[in-house]
């Protein structure tokens, strides 16, 4: 029975290489041998044209020359999904993108940047075409176009207007860079209000400056204090 199951074991380790041989000489012709049979187009934001990668030696190549985000970002977006190895490299690359996001926005707005990923994370899961905070009609069914909250970190027009740009569009709140751009800005000038408290800066975020200002004034926890956990769970998982 012993030596059965032992020819089972070896036969199933067998057709493991078989396949590992297979997706290995698959990946070859896909990334190696034809990699001008991978074609993205280029994007454009902000009136910025991008040609997209056409390889994956040549997004990090254009990564490193250019420190161009937009490129990376939109090769790993196109790429086809008929392969579940392809959706692990988006995935890859796109959790890369959005870490080197929260960094420079970070950075010029003065912000740890595990914090703000975190807050994008709580926020929309990192989806920069999430919308929310939509109105409902009488009979609970959400009213088309009546959306508030755009983007990764779920901005408010009007909020990104008072503290980002106050020309800013929800078009241009549904593009990554300009929505993490606006979110750090906003978690700037909230913790700003708070002497640079940033528990209370999150809490300001999610419920609004006012509420959090009585909270703040009593010396008591904010009253959302299980939404800036989770944030800060997200920012120390981030790392």
């Known amino acids: 029975m012993k030596k059965k199951e032992g020819n089972v074991i070896v036969k199933t380790i067998k057709i493991a290489l078989v396949l590992l041989v297979l997706m290995s000489g698959v990946l070859f012709v896909v990334y190696v041998a034809a ?12 009136g910025i044209t991008v040609s997209a990668p056409r390889s994956l030696e040549e ?8 420190r161009d985000l937009r490129a990376l970002l939109a090769y790993g977006s196109n790429l086809e999904a008929d392969m579940l190895v392809m959706d692990s490299v988006r995935a890859a690359l796109e959790k890369h993108f959005f ?18 990923y975190g807050l994008w994370m709580r926020e929309s899961s990192i989806n920069p075409q999430a919308k929310g905070d939509g109105k409902f009609d009488h009979n609970g069914r959400l009213i088309p176009g009546s959306f508030r909250a755009f ?12 503290h980002y740009d106050s020309n800013i569009t929800e078009e241009r709140l549904l593009d990554p860079i300009e929505n993490g751009m606006a979110s750090a800005s906003v978690l700037r000038d909230y913790t700003a209000m708070f002497g640079g408290n940033i528990k209370y800066g999150i809490s300001a ?19 959302n204090i299980s939404y ?5 769970q997200f920012a120390a998982e981030a790392n």
């Open 35 to 46: 990699p001008e049979k991978i074609s993205t187009p280029a994007t454009t934001t902000q």
């Open 151 to 162: 983007g990764l970190g779920q901005v408010h027009l009007n909020t990104a207007r008072a």
């Open 205 to 223: 975020y999610q419920q609004g400056p006012k509420e959090t200002k009585k909270q703040f004034k009593d010396r008591v926890q904010p009253k």
């Open 99 to 116: 870490h080197e996001l929260a960094q420079e926005a970070g950075r010029r707005y003065n912000i740890k940047w595990n914090i703000l």
């Open 228 to 232: 800036v956990i989770d944030v800060l």
């Open 59 to 66: 997004a990090k190549r254009q990564y490193e020359e250019k």
